[in-house]
């Protein structure tokens, strides 16, 4: 499973995906839209966080994609339903924001 993380996120974060078996990872962030349309479509998981937009063009690349994960709360920055037409799992993680 490939999974990309398109936003800043804690090392530690990182850390859990690299040491989890049969997981690749790997950290692009501050990517355009048209450059993460380009190449989403090579990964089962995105993570992101509040800068990465996941707009329906973006999803409609995704031929590979099986969950979209929100490293804090909120999903404004995700379009549920494009997601759920394609069948894509969306979540986040609220409790996150609370530790620090």
Do not use: C, H, Q, W
């Amino acid at each position: 499973m490939k999974v990309l993380v398109s936003d800043k996120l804690s090392p530690k974060g990182v850390e859990i995906f690299e040491k989890a078996k049969g997981i690749d990872v790997e950290v692009k962030t501050k990517l355009p839209p048209e450059e993460l349309k380009t190449i989403i479509g090579g990964y089962d998981g995105l993570v992101i966080r509040s800068a990465t937009k996941v707009k329906p063009e973006i999803i409609e690349a995704a031929d590979n994609l099986k969950v979209i994960g929100r490293a804090g709360s909120g999903l404004d920055n995700v379009d549920l339903p494009a997601a759920t037409k394609k069948g894509i799992v969306v979540m986040n993680t609220p409790g996150g924001n609370t530790i620090t």
